[in-house]
């Protein structure tokens, strides 16, 4: 419980000026130390009495409610708080300091607030660390003169100004603009008004910059803070989107009523009909509304109930979400009360690129026989379909009316039957692999079986052009009038959509192999290139503290520095998850910017996550070794980094291919291994110190490769427990151990229990733990026979899911040993959450023994805690009289290691049960 006694107490041992309140209101100053009033140019004497006034009272007014939210973000036990504020200085006005608060306890029922405070002073350029702390352009002007009195490094880099050349000059000088205050034409007189969203375009340079400007303190002068954005690429964005929908109305002659709504805020935008029946609509307030009163003129019951559920906003916006962009219904329409016309309603739904609300224009169309053919073509064109045509599904008879590849001219219009049309599409244009499906995609009966079904019907296949490269294709079947089955039928080129990657919008996998393979061919004999492969270590870590978005920001943010690096990519691509790859030239490898680039950090909220890159290098020598395969050695570089923080990259040599080549062989010689028996079973004693008598053994694998020798486990047992594989062999060791104590049970020989060691994997394999269970079920060695070592650092990194299993092997009668004890993280939790039967102690305590006072107290200590909680302890690694001695006087009660006998093959084992 705090008292006000024990908070000045605990104050007054902290170094530096610091001060301690309640979060509560009023702030209740509690303790202040002597060098905190010093801070804003006060004595101690001249200070308020602590409690006499608010905490924060010499903050400036400005600061205080960013700083006061801060503080409420301050729980027990939670992270410490800090930021940046300005303090009311006696004789400078104000100063810049970073105050670090953090929750102590409570004191009558208020939070209490410990900050300790440092100054930033005039000689560590306060202001400028500040300012360039922004990733957005920075400029300073003093008010008086106009002068411009700094700019921030992204500004410089931005613009390509040297800082050097700006400051002190007038912006009129600078900016080359008559009157810096009145002329609107000045870059930064634009945003003089302080209007939230300005934005500006640059006439010299034709970029768009959004921005605002804040009255600020510069060292004691007047001036003018001025944050700049660009938005170049969203304002062109706006442009497109507005052009997009006037080609809309323009490319739809026919068009017979028009609407544009926001989506977002249920809003109608604009509305025009040239019926007059539809043109007399009127009081309606939102998108619903129009919808509404719209639906009345429909004649038929079912299109009436198809078009507004169609477009509802609410099922609108969800499958826009979902990713569908265009919404249409066919409709019956009695203009002028005589005259029927059919009508296709379309929505269009975008998402604008500036305010991120999601819009919809909504037309419609009149699709009357007279009009169809020619509707056809206006339609679809805007879609950019690569070819379009007509199919007759009564008479068979297909009309191709427009044919553009991008690798030929566009076709003149075709009419055949529909059979000699897609059998010369199949053998001209669709890969061979593919023709078979193709065929079988576009048969009339399939084609017409599936429209019956929904509205539309597509496939995707390969194609091909004549230069010989591979493209992905869409045909899409539509039914533009089910009652004399009239079809259309279009293709689309896919292959860009595949290229790019979604949410970087940098290249993808595809797109970087073709890319790069393009720039590789057509580059000189002496121009040298190297592929970068990064990732970021640990990356799940940052979806788990900031969320997904934040992760995705941080994938976005990664291309861009990637691409603005001194590397000076020529191609960057995320090729999966974390995982970045970029071609640069090789005189462009520069080793010290990978080292800057390995070292990131993230911050949200007053959080900051530190992350890492690990870069591979692949130094391209052939170019005609195929791009993936440069990129997968480049990947298998990153994978020998061994210390990401002292050398963050990697060169690819064919060391490391030879290695991982080797590991694959030894994947794939495994079933043949098995099968011809070249896995071999080693047993290592286990005694009793006090007996000398074998009370035990563990079983241990070896491999006689016939043309390795024997094969190290360190070298074969991590390979399988990468691809899998080891279950299968930890399965073949319980099963050859289980045959050897039976059969030496069944012969009336001396045996021992014996214990297999179960992997991480064998935890979450199903199918091995169920084996495993029914062979304890089966009960044809004694119950006290059955003993399974699982490490400290596979059962914590599976806690909950291997306490089930751990749990159900006790049940059974099995006993359970805890292998590697005290390496890993969590070892008491370890103990604490599960009951194990033995405690092997790590060999590297046990080596310890008699040059480490403290590693022998940690020796004594865990004995005694196995003790107390049921479990027995062996020591591993025992090897001279001198740790034997020391673990008998410690009651450890077993011993394994090479002081009484190596790990033995099963014959010498035997022998050696045979003559104790």
């Not at 702390?133 to 009195?149: D, G, K």
């Not at 302080?194 to 500006?200: A, I, L, N, T, V």
């Not at 169809?372 to 007509?390: A, H, K, P, W, Y």
């Not at 690096?565 to 960057?572: E, F, I, M, Q, Y």
Request: charged share 25%; hydrophobic share 35%; glycine share 4%.
């Amino acid at each position: 419980m705090l008292t006000l006694s024990r908070i000045q107490e605990i104050a007054a041992m902290i170094p530096g000026p610091v001060v301690v309140f309640t979060a509560g209101s009023p702030r209740k100053c509690l303790y202040c130390s002597p060098s905190a009033p010093a801070l804003a140019g006060y004595a101690p004497g001249d200070f308020s009495a602590p409690g006499d006034q608010d905490a924060l009272s010499l903050v400036m007014e400005q600061d205080r409610p960013r700083i006061a939210a801060a503080v409420q973000k301050c729980t027990p036990g939670g992270d410490d708080v800090q930021d940046y504020f300005r303090l009311f200085h006696k004789t400078r006005g104000f100063v810049w300091v970073n105050g670090q608060a953090r929750n102590i306890g409570v004191l009558d029922h208020q939070p209490v607030i410990l900050a300790t405070l440092n100054a930033l002073s005039p000689e560590s350029d306060a202001h400028d660390v500040l300012i360039d702390a922004s990733n957005r352009m920075v400029a300073v002007v003093e008010n008086s003169y106009h002068t411009l009195l700094t700019i921030n490094e992204t500004f410089c880099r931005e613009l390509g100004i040297a800082k050097q050349d700006a400051l002190d000059k007038k912006c009129a000088v600078f900016f080359k603009c008559p009157d810096c205050q009145n002329d609107d034409s000045c870059f930064l007189a634009a945003f003089l008004s302080e209007s939230p969203g300005k934005h500006y375009t640059d006439p010299a340079t034709k970029r768009t910059f959004s921005g605002e400007a804040h009255a600020i303190n510069w060292y004691g002068r007047s001036a003018t803070a001025f944050y700049f954005s660009d938005i170049t690429i969203q304002h062109e964005m706006e442009l497109i989107f507005q052009q997009h929908l006037n080609s809309i109305i323009q490319s739809n002659p026919q068009t017979v009523t028009t609407c544009r709504c926001n989506l977002t805020q249920n809003k109608v935008e604009n509305s025009f009909s040239i019926y007059g029946d539809l043109r007399d609509m009127k009081n309606f307030d939102n998108f619903d509304q129009f919808i509404g009163q719209a639906a009345d003129f429909i004649d038929r019951p079912e299109d009436r109930v198809s078009f507004l559920d169609t477009f509802n906003r609410q099922n609108l916006i969800a499958a826009f979400q979902q990713g569908q962009m265009t919404f249409k219904v066919v409709h019956s329409f009695t203009h002028h009360h005589t005259d029927q016309r059919l009508l296709r309603t379309t929505a269009d739904i975008l998402r604008n690129p500036y305010s991120r609300d999601i819009e919809c224009f909504l037309y419609t169309l009149d699709i009357t026989e007279q009009y169809l053919d020619q509707e056809i073509n206006t339609l679809l064109l805007r879609e950019e379909f690569e070819s379009i045509g007509v199919l007759n599904g009564i008479s068979g008879y297909f009309s191709l009316r427009r044919f553009v590849h991008r690798d030929s001219n566009p076709c003149e219009e075709t009419r055949d039957q529909y059979d000699v049309i897609r059998q010369t599409a199949c053998r001209d244009t669709v890969v061979p692999e593919d023709h078979a499906y193709f065929m079988e995609k576009t048969d009339l009966i399939t084609v017409k079986r599936e429209l019956e079904r929904q509205e539309y019907y597509t496939f995707t296949l390969r194609s091909r052009t004549r230069e010989g490269r591979t493209l992905l294709k869409q045909y899409s079947f539509y039914t533009m009038n089910r009652e004399r089955q009239i079809i259309l039928v279009a293709t689309t080129d896919v292959t860009p959509m595949l290229e790019r990657d979604i949410l970087t919008g940098e290249l993808s996998r595809a797109g970087f192999a073709y890319t790069v393979s393009s720039l590789l061919r057509n580059s000189s004999p002496y121009e040298q290139f190297v592929i970068l492969y990064y990732n970021i270590r640990s990356f799940k870590t940052i979806n788990d503290l900031f969320g997904n978005a934040s992760g995705d920001q941080v994938l976005r943010q990664s291309a861009g520095i990637l691409k603005q690096s001194r590397l000076a990519p020529l191609a960057v691509a995320r090729m999966e998850a974390d995982h970045f790859v970029c071609l640069i030239r090789r005189e462009k490898l520069f080793y010290d910017e990978l080292e800057r680039l390995s070292q990131r950090s993230y911050h949200q909220n007053g959080k900051t996550y530190r992350f890492y890159w690990r870069c591979g290098i692949y130094i391209i020598t052939d170019k005609s070794v195929p791009v993936n395969l440069m990129c997968d050695r480049a990947k298998l570089a990153k994978e020998y980094i061994r210390d990401d923080y002292v050398k963050p990259y990697m060169l690819y040599n064919t060391t490391m291919h030879e290695d991982f080549v080797s590991k694959n062989r030894l994947t794939s010689e495994l079933k043949q291994a098995l099968a011809n028996r070249e896995f071999r079973v080693y047993y290592q004693p286990i005694y009793n110190p006090l007996t000398g008598q074998i009370a035990s053994a563990e079983a241990l694998i070896r491999w006689l490769h016939p043309r390795y020798g024997i094969v190290s486990p360190g070298k074969f047992v991590p390979v399988f427990e990468e691809n899998g594989y080891i279950s299968e062999l930890d399965l073949y060791v319980c099963k050859t151990v289980r045959a050897f104590a039976r059969n030496r049970i069944q012969k009336k020989l001396p045996i021992v229990p014996i214990a297999v060691n179960l992997s991480r994997m064998d935890l979450f394999d199903t199918k091995m733990m169920s084996v495993l269970l029914k062979m304890l079920q089966t009960r044809v060695l004694p119950r006290s026979f059955a003993r399974f070592e699982v490490t400290e650092s596979s059962y914590t990194s599976l806690m909950e899911g291997s306490n089930a299993i751990l749990s159900e092997l006790k049940s059974r009668g099995a006993k359970l040993l805890i292998d590697d004890f005290g390496t890993g993280y969590s070892s008491f939790s370890t103990l604490q959450n599960f009951d194990f039967d033995f405690i092997k102690l790590d060999m590297s305590f046990v080596q310890k023994i008699g040059t480490s006072q403290k590693t022998e107290w940690i020796i004594h200590a865990i004995i005694k805690i196995a003790h107390h909680l049921g479990a027995q302890v062996i020591a591993e690694g025992v090897e001279t009289k001198a740790q034997l001695d020391f673990l008998i006087e410690q009651q450890c009660d077993f011993i394994q290691g090479y002081y009484y006998s190596r790990p033995l093959p099963q014959a010498e084992f035997e022998q050696l049960l045979v003559d104790q």
